[in-house]
T-cell receptor
Framework: RKEVEQDPGPFNVPEGATVAFNCTYSNSASQSFFWYRQDCRKEPKLLMSVYSSGNEDGRFTAQLNRASQYISLLIRDSKLSDSATYLCVVRVMDSNYQLIWGAGTKLIIKP | ETGVTQTPRHLVMGMTNKKSLKCEQHLGHNAMYWYKQSAKKPLELMFVYSLEERVENNSVPSRFSPECPNSSHLFLHLHTLQPEDSALYLC??????????????FGPGTRLTVL
């Protein structure tokens, strides 16, 4: 079983729609959670951290469900510029510097 | 953006060649990382340096040899690579190794092709 699992997609979504995707993690000692964004042929960049109570940053909402061991990302009013691969990242308590990466979910926003 | 730079951006090499990848960070960070990214696979952490000391070697074959001469520079020396080593090699840095704030800043990567 993969340590961090994501639906690879692609998710094809019309501009203006709301899209959500999940990520599951296998290690119950996971401590910190992040979403990174990677544009085509570019490097990953931090989109947002995910806090236990859930958090919002503009059109983006991240939530954490520790009991079921998954995190989610919701994008409202999607823009063409949201097209990218979204990487789910987890840091495990007993390895305080090593990040465990998902393979990413590809999102394509269509006009 | 020039926080983390990598050279070369593209590299094609034969299996008997020796080459080096270079990474430089201009952010004053204390930790640096080498990752390998293959198509449709998660990023694989290869090496971690903190204050110029290697703290992690994730069972990487000896044909990859890292070097960190100072906290701003990181090299990856390559020799006798295999075709399956073809991938995007990403360098990253973070303010420090541990702690709540551990955002990693990535360079643009070197796309390596081994013939």
């Amino acid at each position: 079983r993969k340590e961090v699992e994501q639906d690879p997609g692609p998710f094809n979504v019309p501009e203006g729609a709301t899209v959500a995707f999940n990520c599951t993690y296998s290690n119950s000692a996971s401590q910190s959670f992040f979403w990174y964004r990677q544009d085509c042929r570019k490097e990953p960049k931090l989109l947002m951290s995910v806090y236990s109570s859930g958090n919002e940053d503009g059109r983006f909402t991240a939530q954490l469900n520790r009991a079921s061991q998954y995190i989610s990302l919701l994008i409202r009013d999607s823009k063409l510029s949201d097209s990218a691969t979204y990487l789910c990242v987890v840091r495990v308590m007993d390895s305080n510097y090593q990040l465990i990466w998902g393979a990413g979910t590809k999102l394509i926003i269509k006009p | 953006e020039t926080g983390v730079t990598q050279t070369p951006r593209h590299l094609v090499m034969g299996m008997t060649n020796k080459k080096s990848l270079k990474c430089e960070q201009h952010l004053g960070h204390n930790a640096m990382y080498w990752y390998k990214q293959s198509a449709k696979k998660p990023l694989e952490l290869m090496f971690v340096y903190s204050l110029e000391e290697r703290v992690e070697n994730n069972s990487v074959p000896s044909r990859f040899s890292p070097e960190c001469p100072n906290s701003s520079h990181l090299f990856l020396h390559l020799h006798t690579l295999q075709p399956e080593d073809s991938a995007l090699y990403l360098c990253a840095s973070s303010q420090r190794l541990a702690g709540d704030i551990n955002e990693q800043f990535f360079g643009p990567g070197t796309r390596l092709t081994v013939l």
